[in-house]
């Protein structure tokens, strides 16, 4: 049985361990430096065996779903270690600086940058879930730097996925992801701040969710350890999204001041186009 | 057969008619100056007849339903024309320039303030669904100034929607929703604006949108006409609530300048407890 080794078994890890343990023939080994993690993992079936990086040498895929600080060190850690024939992939949030990291190394070919687009505000082992994937978006970097048969691996695993593919260059990636993902989550958890800054009676903010509130600040139940780093790694892209999104607000607020009806309708029916721009996304 | 008469057939005014015309024995009427919505209202099975302001006298209940910056006008209108046994109701987004508004009316005993926590980014008659208000939260103020028969009546209506009664005064109850509600939709509006400034490829902005954009940026999809008069109404309140959220943004952003990934996580971490304060609502 072919060996497939996730490092890495929080929500994103975890479920595609999940999936491609359902859905391919391979066996799946799962490495994390939270022993809690793995016997958790174990426990509710996402991985076969625990492994440990001294035993990757001989394996088919190895997925690296780790925080994307050490995703570097990691990536590059793997690729020392593993034969002409390993698929490495993984599955960070921001891609230029892991792109850079490995540019020089002997075994870049055996790398694949892909940023499944998928998730939940959850995270860990408990957080996984089957078919997460499904119908979803996975953007590669770079695909001419691998070896065209690796390639060939990873597009099988994505399939498997039923995932959709789009390439992208590193760059282009984080300056889109900045201002798709990464200032949403940033939005919601000063929204999140915000609220529960002021609102002393929890009650009140419970009772008046249904206004919206619940699911525009859904992300900030995030896990701080996985958005931390990838805030900090794509600083230059979301402070630029940020400064856009504070001066937007800043001339929203004074057209309230101005009592400005006018202005304050034409802003919002533009943005109404995003109903046509998401039109088939719930 | 009791007369029902709800004026304004939009998300709201026309989600009440359809479920009290389900629940209740009363004849359900509409008015809507818009003779689009009267007659999807009529096509849609939202009400049983048209009905104008020359008829309302011999109503059991009327329902207000229309933007907040008309609901003063036509809710004195109404008082000044109903008979002394006549419930009136609005469902206003904010409260205290109504209750200001009806405060010396002689039929002031006839009202009742109200705001129902319910709705979606959707508007218009179209937007009209079964079983909106169940279980959610109707917020009443200044109950002591109607008279106990007409409260009763109110309740029982309320109860037939399956709604969950809260009592606050109008100030504390526009002070809370500014945060809560108020301030989601400003927020999401302007995240919606920056990402379609951005972003002239709409592909990528819809190819992106599962990774959090589409749940966060939802608000932005609402009424321009229902909104902006809501905005300029408690402007004091989103004010104070806009500066306090731009403030958290400003700090975010200067942790992340200064690499503070421990402050970072912390400001998180902190903000994570909203989960538990939105424990069970999804």
Redo the contacts between chains.
Sequence with gaps: MEKLVVIGLGLIGGSLALDLKKRTGYKVYGIDKNKEHIKKALTLGIIDEESDFSQICDASVVIIAVPVHIIPEVTKRVLDTISSETLVFDVGSVKNEICKAVASHPNRKNYVAAHP???T?FSGPDAAILNLFDE??NILCEVDKTDWKILDKALSVFKNLNM?I?MMSPEEHDR??A???H?????????????????K??Q??????????????????????T???I??QN?KN??R??????K???E??QM??D?N?EA????????????I??KG??
Excluded at 208 to 215: E, L, N, Q, V, Y
Excluded at 264 to 275: F, P, R, V
Aim: net charge neutral; glycine share 4%.
């Design positions: 687009l998928a998730g505000e979803k978006v959709r789009k889109h992801i201002y798709v993902s200032l949403s989550h940033v939005s919601s958890f000063m929204l999140g701040k915000t609220v529960l800054g002021i609102e009676n929890e009140h903010i419970f009772d008046m969710a249904s206004t919206g509130f619940a699911s525009t600040v859904r992300l900030a139940k995030s896990s701080a350890t958005w931390a780093p805030f900090l600083k979301i402070l999204s940020l400064d856009e999104y504070i937007n607000l800043n929203f607020k309230m001041e009592d009806d304050l309708q034409e802003t919002m029916n533009n943005t109404n186009y995003i109903k721009v998401l996304i719930k």
